[in-house]
C-alpha cells in the first residue's frame, strides 16, 4: 500500500467523522425523546393543555342550566383529591354512558376512572349500575354502555393507577392493597 493511499484513506474518515458524531447524537436523542413518550403515554401522564370547549365550561359548572321539564342526567367526578365537579345533560334517544362521559369531559379530565349509574327502579329503589371503562381505548366497553334514563346520575371516580399497577395485577392478580376514592 502506498502512502498516498493510506493518507487518503485517512483524511477520508478525518472528514467524515463529525458527521458521524453529530448522526449518533441524533439519534440518542429521538431515542431518548420516544422513550419519555412511551413512558409519559403508558404511565397517563399528560402535560397538554387544549383550549375550553363548550363541554369544559359547563364541566366547570359555567354553563347554562337546563329547563326542568326536559329529561336529563347528571354527571358527578370526583378527582384523586377528593374535588368534585358536576354535569347535567339533557336525554334524547340515542344518549348513552359513553355519550354522556363525553360530553360532560370525563374522558378529557381523566384518563383511567371507575363509573357505575345510580338509577331509581319501578319500586323507587335505587339500583347501581356498574360500567367498565377501557382506559387503552378511552372507551366504555359495548357491554355496559347503559341507554340513559331520566333522572340517571352518573358517578365517575378518578382510577389513579398506573400501568405499572396493571402489570403487578396480571402478575399476582387483584390488589387487595389498593383501595380507591368512592
Do not use: W
Amino acid at each position: 500500500m502506498s502512502p498516498n493511499t493510506m493518507s487518503l484513506k485517512t483524511t477520508m474518515s478525518l472528514k467524515t467523522m463529525p458527521f458521524l458524531i453529530h448522526t449518533g447524537r441524533l439519534f440518542a436523542i429521538c431515542y431518548s425523546l420516544l422513550f419519555l413518550g412511551s413512558v409519559a403515554v403508558f404511565t397517563g401522564c399528560t402535560a397538554v393543555s387544549t383550549p375550553k370547549s363548550q363541554s369544559d365550561l359547563l364541566f366547570e359548572g359555567k354553563g347554562e342550566a337546563l329547563a326542568a321539564n326536559v329529561p336529563q342526567y347528571l354527571v358527578e367526578m370526583k378527582n384523586s383529591n377528593g374535588d368534585t365537579s358536576r354535569y347535567q345533560g339533557a336525554i334524547n334517544e340515542t344518549t348513552t354512558l359513553q355519550k354522556a362521559l363525553a360530553d360532560s369531559g370525563a374522558v378529557k379530565k381523566f384518563s383511567r376512572m371507575k363509573v357505575h349509574i345510580l338509577r331509581k327502579g319501578a319500586t323507587g329503589k335505587t339500583e347501581r349500575l356498574n360500567a367498565e371503562f377501557d382506559h387503552f381505548k378511552q372507551k366504555v366497553k359495548i357491554a355496559s354502555d347503559y341507554h340513559l334514563h331520566s333522572g340517571d346520575r352518573i358517578v365517575v371516580v378518578e382510577d389513579t393507577r398506573t400501568v405499572f399497577d396493571d402489570v403487578l395485577e396480571a402478575a399476582i392478580g387483584k390488589q387487595p392493597f389498593v383501595k380507591l376514592k368512592q
